[in-house]
Structure formats: C-alpha cells, structure tokens
C-alpha cells in the first residue's frame, strides 16, 4: 500500500494568514494526489487534483504544489470557512489512500 | 448535475453483512471512464477509501478489507452495491459513496453518507 502522512495533524491559525499543509508520499505517485476540504458535519469537497489543478468553483486562494513525493496545499490568506479539516488522496496505484488528515483551527 | 445518495440499514449486529446501496443520477454506466467508490469515516476520524467499480465492471478493493468486501453495479438502476461481510465494532462509521473517472482518481461529487453502527 503506498502510504500518505500529511503534517501538521493539526494548526491553528486567524483570518488572514497564509496555510501550508504537507502530504508525503510513501513512493513515487507521480501527480496522483488531490486535496480534499471537510468542514464540521459536511461532506468532503475536492479542491485540488492532480497535483495543482483548481476544481471549478474553488477561490484561488487555494493551491497545490509538488516535488517528488511531497505535496503541499496552499492557502494564500485564510478564510473563517477555511477553517476545517484537510485530506491529501493518492490515486496513482489502484488502491487509493488519503492522508490522516490536518485540521485548522481559529487562533 | 450529477447526484447520489447512500440507502441501507444504520444498525447491524456484529458478525451481520452490512449492505448499501449507492443511487445515483447525472451520469450513466453506460458512459466510459464512470466510476463509484465507496469512502467511509469512523467518528472523529479520517476518511478511509474501501472499493470502486468502473463503468467496464473493473473491482478494485482496500487490500486490508479485501475479503470482506463486495462491489457490484446496476447499470439499467444507476446503483452501485456495497457488501461488508462479518461487520465488527471499529466498522461503525458513516459510509459514502462518490463519483470518479477512471484515469482520474478524484472523487468529485459525494453522496450525504449514512450513518452505521455496529452494535448488538
């Protein structure tokens, strides 16, 4: 199984801030990684795929980046809805993974 | 716009088959490169991708669920089937369902998800 760890497991942070999460992959996924925003009691909404690709509708605030086997999700200035948890899934092997998750809390 | 809701039961006994059902609109089985997967989150913790099928009948599993997972699909129904054999306590957890591509890999429309619990 290709393994995900995403860092920190959790941050607090206040409006305005920049955000950056870390996704480590086990080995190579090559750009097979999305990110994933869970606000409390909703569903996950896909932010991020393959990579750096913005889904439609998502503010520009949010960005991906990669090397290698270490993605990062970027948030430029962070919102009060931002606050929430975030998930990195691999999709290069045919079993998919997601990380354990980072969690963003008001300061 | 595509849709999906998961259906089945929110209570099973350990030892039971949990089995639920994916309904889904806006996309068809009969479409190339659709896909269902079925993702689940025990309370409080993170997401854990379970199984897929593609529109070609194409399986894949979690290799630790693996055998006690079945997927299939209803291409004339537009529903996708789940059945986790040998339900156990750590199973409680909310179950969804959610759209992807094949050559994707992204799941970018979920179901509501349903709430099971594993309880005798």
């Known amino acids: 199984d290709i393994q995900m760890t995403q860092s920190p497991s959790s941050l607090s942070a206040s409006v305005g801030d920049r955000v950056t999460i870390t996704c480590r992959a086990s080995q190579s996924i090559s750009s097979h990684l999305n990110w994933y925003q869970q606000q409390p009691g909703k569903v996950p909404k896909l932010l991020i795929y393959?990579?750096?690709r913005l889904q439609s509708g998502v503010p520009s605030r949010f960005s991906g980046s990669e090397s290698g086997t270490v993605f990062t999700l970027t948030i430029s200035s962070l919102q009060p809805e931002d606050f929430a948890t975030y998930y990195c899934q691999q999709s290069y092997s045919s079993a998919f993974t997601f990380g354990q998750g980072t969690r963003v809390d008001i300061k | 716009q595509i849709t999906l809701k998961e259906s089945g039961p929110t209570l099973v006994k350990p030892t039971q088959t949990l089995t639920l059902t994916c309904s889904f609109s806006?996309?068809?089985?009969?479409?190339?490169?659709?896909?269902v997967a079925w993702i689940r989150q025990p309370p409080g913790k993170a997401l854990e991708w379970l199984s897929l099928i593609y529109w070609d009948d194409e399986k894949r599993y979690s290799p630790s669920l693996k055998n006690r997972l079945t997927i299939t699909k209803d291409t004339s129904k537009n529903q996708v089937v789940l059945k986790m054999a040998n339900m156990d306590h750590v199973d409680t957890a909310t179950y969804y369902c959610?759209?992807?591509?094949?050559?994707?890999?992204?799941?970018?429309?979920w179901g509501q998800g349903i709430p099971v619990s594993v309880s005798s």
């Open positions: 393959a990579g750096t």
């Open positions: 806006g996309f068809s089985f009969s479409t190339s490169g659709a896909g």
């Open positions: 959610a759209h992807s591509l094949s050559l994707a890999g992204f799941f970018d429309y």
